[in-house]
């Protein structure tokens, strides 16, 4: 397997998240995974301002999204299974493009507590985690889209109120979400790996995607933008688990840790977590 690592903060600058990658590394994951090769990313110096896309760090983005998109694309050539360490959630987007140039249809269970799916000239931030879902989606002019809305399956989102009181419309409508409470409820688990075992199963190609802040902030104070609610790391490890039990997964990317918050004091749980995902999602890799 390739452990990418992508040190990109799309806010244009290069601490915080863009520190994760470094901080899982150090804290033994190459260690827990043998034969692991890892490759580095190309991440330009982001620039703050924002573009006219409404998005900051316009150029980088680009630039890292199409050098996530060749590791990929070689991680692949070479039937390795790749493993995107991110950094925030735009990193992903170089696995979708990977994924349509290579000529298949993808489909992503996205695992997050945001639906990610702003306009950029209405997110707060301008910063493309924000807006990830909506450039993949091909909602964000001059983005070419690279996924289906009846291709994307968003399980634990609980930011719908966050939305509604900035005007910002929820995408829940056009594709299937299971919300965040829903997700954490006792039938939550069984409900959203019978969703994507649907989604796989009409689907030549599936990718997983895991923004850590799908956890609560009592199991993972260290995100940028915490919220009420939330999994507990046993219904993550469960859930991813079952997900990737599934077979078939293409490749996973895991985002949105800031080791600036804690020091890197769960850096150690999160490797663990990465460690055991990558292991399942290698030996059911198709």
């Known amino acids: ?29 190459v260690a827990a995974l043998p034969g692991a090769r890892v490759v580095n990313a190309d991440v ?6 924002r573009g006219p896309s409404g998005l900051a760090a316009e150029a980088s983005l680009t630039a890292t999204v199409a050098s996530v998109a060749e590791r990929v694309l070689a991680a692949w050539a070479a039937d390795r299974f790749p493993i995107l360490l991110g950094g925030d959630c735009p990193v992903l987007l170089g696995g979708l493009v990977a994924a349509d140039r290579r000529g298949y249809g993808a489909g992503l ?14 997110s707060p931030t301008g910063e493309a985690a924000d807006s990830e879902i909506a450039l993949a989606l091909g909602m964000v002019p001059g983005f070419a889209p690279v996924l289906q809305t009846a291709d994307l399956l968003q399980l634990g989102p609980r930011d719908a109120e966050e939305l509604a009181e900035a005007g910002q419309p929820s995408i829940a409508d056009r594709v299937d979400v299971l919300p965040g409470d829903r997700l954490a409820a006792p039938d939550g688990i069984p409900i959203a790996v019978g969703k994507a075992a649907a989604l796989v199963a009409r689907t030549e190609h599936w990718w997983l995607h895991v923004d850590l802040d ?8 260290a995100v940028d933008y915490p919220q009420p609610g939330g999994l507990t790391w046993d219904q993550l490890d469960t859930l991813t688990e079952q997900l990737l039990s599934i077979g078939g997964c293409g490749g996973l990317s895991v985002c ?12 150690t749980r999160i490797a663990s977590y990465v460690a055991r995902a990558s292991r399942i999602a290698a030996r059911g890799h198709g």
């Open 44 to 49: 330009p110096v982001g620039d703050p301002t």
């Open 109 to 122: 269970v996205f695992v997050d507590g945001h639906e990610d799916a702003w306009d950029p000239h209405r």
């Open 214 to 221: 799908v956890l609560s902030t009592q199991a993972l104070p």
């Open 1 to 29: 397997m390739d452990l990418i690592t992508v040190p990109f903060n799309s806010s244009g600058v290069a601490d915080g998240v863009a520190r994760a990658p470094s901080a899982l590394l150090d804290a033994g994951l």
């Open 256 to 267: 949105i840790y800031n080791p600036d918050l804690d020091g890197g004091a769960a850096a």
